[in-house]
C-alpha cells in the first residue's frame, strides 16, 4: 500500500493545477495541504505537518516547493519520497524582489487582473499562450484565488530563506520535474538542487511551460505514478 500524498500548490494556483494526479489517483489518499492562509512560507509548512499523516509522500510546485524545503527541514522523517516541480532553492535576489514588488503595487492600486495577464507568458510556452483550455484554466485559478491570498502568497515568497545549505540533508528519493520552456524556473535551479540532494534524478518535459501538470499530463502523470510506486 502505498503511502497518502501531500500535494502542496504553487502561487496563484488552485486544486486545479492538480486534477490529472486527482483523477488518475483517485484510488490513493490524497490531501491538498492549505497554502492560502500563512503569513510566512514556515507558517505554511506547520499547518501541512499539523494536518498530515504520520508519514507521508510530498509533492511540491513552484512555491510548493518552497513550503516542501521547510516541511523537510523541521520533519524529514515524515517524508517517505519527495517530487518538485518547477521549483527553485534559493532567496529572491533583487531582480526577483523588484518584480514581486511590482506585482503587490499594481494589486494595491487594483489591477489585480493586470497581474495574472502579465503572467500568462512566463507561464505557458509561446506556442501555448493562445490554447483558450490552458488559458481558462490559469485564469480560473487566479481568480479563485484572489488579490487578498495572492499578496499573502507573494510576500511570503519573499521573505523566504535559502533552502540551498540544506539540500544535502534531504535523504529520501527525491524526483524533479522541469518544462524546458518554463518561464520562471531554469534548469540552473534545478542542477543546484540535483547536485545537492543525494538520491535525485530531474525528468525534463520538453515543451512545457511552468504548468506541467496541466500542460502535458499524459507525460506528468505516468512518470509521478512510477516514481512513487518504484
Same mark, same amino acid.
Given at each position: 500500500? *502505498?503511502?497518502?500524498?501531500?500535494?502542496?500548490?504553487?502561487?496563484?494556483?488552485t486544486d486545479a493545477?492538480?486534477q490529472?494526479?486527482? =483523477?488518475?489517483w483517485?484510488?490513493?489518499?490524497?490531501?491538498?495541504? =492549505?497554502n492560502?492562509?500563512g503569513? !510566512?512560507i &514556515?507558517?505554511m509548512?506547520?499547518?501541512?505537518?499539523d494536518?498530515?499523516?504520520?508519514?507521508?509522500?510530498?509533492?511540491? $510546485?513552484a512555491? &510548493?516547493?518552497?513550503?516542501?524545503?521547510?516541511?523537510?527541514?523541521?520533519?524529514p522523517?515524515?517524508? /517517505?519520497?519527495?517530487?518538485?516541480?518547477s !521549483?527553485? #532553492?534559493s #532567496?529572491? /535576489?533583487?531582480?526577483?524582489t523588484? +518584480?514581486?514588488q /511590482?506585482? @503587490?503595487?499594481?494589486?494595491?492600486?487594483?489591477?489585480?487582473?493586470?497581474?495574472?495577464e502579465e503572467?500568462i507568458?512566463?507561464l505557458f510556452?509561446e506556442? +501555448?499562450?493562445?490554447?483558450?483550455r490552458?488559458l481558462?484554466?490559469?485564469?480560473?485559478?487566479? #481568480?479563485?484565488?484572489?488579490a487578498d491570498?495572492?499578496?499573502r502568497q507573494q510576500?511570503?515568497i519573499?521573505?523566504?530563506c535559502? *533552502? +540551498?545549505?540544506?539540500l $544535502?540533508? @534531504?535523504?529520501v528519493p !527525491?524526483l524533479?520535474?522541469?518544462g524546458d520552456?518554463?518561464?520562471?524556473?531554469?534548469?540552473a535551479h534545478?542542477?543546484?538542487?540535483l547536485?545537492?540532494?543525494?538520491d #535525485?534524478?530531474?525528468?525534463i518535459i520538453e515543451g512545457a /511551460?511552468?504548468?506541467t501538470?496541466?500542460?502535458?499530463?499524459d507525460?506528468?502523470?505516468?512518470?509521478? !505514478?512510477?516514481f512513487i510506486?518504484?
Amino acid at each position: 500500500m *502505498s503511502l497518502p500524498i501531500v500535494l502542496i500548490t504553487g502561487q496563484l494556483l488552485t486544486d486545479a493545477v492538480w486534477q490529472p494526479l486527482l =483523477d488518475a489517483w483517485s484510488d490513493r489518499e490524497l490531501i491538498v495541504a =492549505d497554502n492560502r492562509n500563512g503569513e !510566512t512560507i &514556515g507558517d505554511m509548512a506547520q499547518a501541512l505537518l499539523d494536518n498530515a499523516p504520520s508519514k507521508f509522500i510530498l509533492i511540491g $510546485h513552484a512555491m &510548493g516547493g518552497f513550503v516542501a524545503f521547510d516541511v523537510m527541514r523541521r520533519a524529514p522523517e515524515r517524508v /517517505g519520497k519527495l517530487i518538485l516541480l518547477s !521549483t527553485l #532553492a534559493s #532567496a529572491d /535576489g533583487p531582480a526577483q524582489t523588484t +518584480r514581486r514588488q /511590482g506585482y @503587490i503595487d499594481l494589486v494595491e492600486s487594483g489591477k489585480f487582473d493586470q497581474v495574472v495577464e502579465e503572467r500568462i507568458p512566463i507561464l505557458f510556452p509561446e506556442a +501555448r499562450r493562445n490554447d483558450e483550455r490552458l488559458l481558462g484554466i490559469a485564469r480560473k485559478m487566479a #481568480a479563485d484565488t484572489g488579490a487578498d491570498i495572492f499578496l499573502r502568497q507573494q510576500r511570503a515568497i519573499m521573505g523566504r530563506c535559502d *533552502s +540551498r545549505p540544506q539540500l $544535502h540533508d @534531504i535523504k529520501v528519493p !527525491t524526483l524533479l520535474v522541469w518544462g524546458d520552456q518554463d518561464g520562471i524556473t531554469t534548469r540552473a535551479h534545478h542542477d543546484e538542487i540535483l547536485q545537492e540532494i543525494p538520491d #535525485a534524478r530531474l525528468e525534463i518535459i520538453e515543451g512545457a /511551460g511552468h504548468l506541467t501538470t496541466v500542460e502535458m499530463p499524459d507525460v506528468v502523470v505516468p512518470l509521478l !505514478t512510477n516514481f512513487i510506486d518504484a
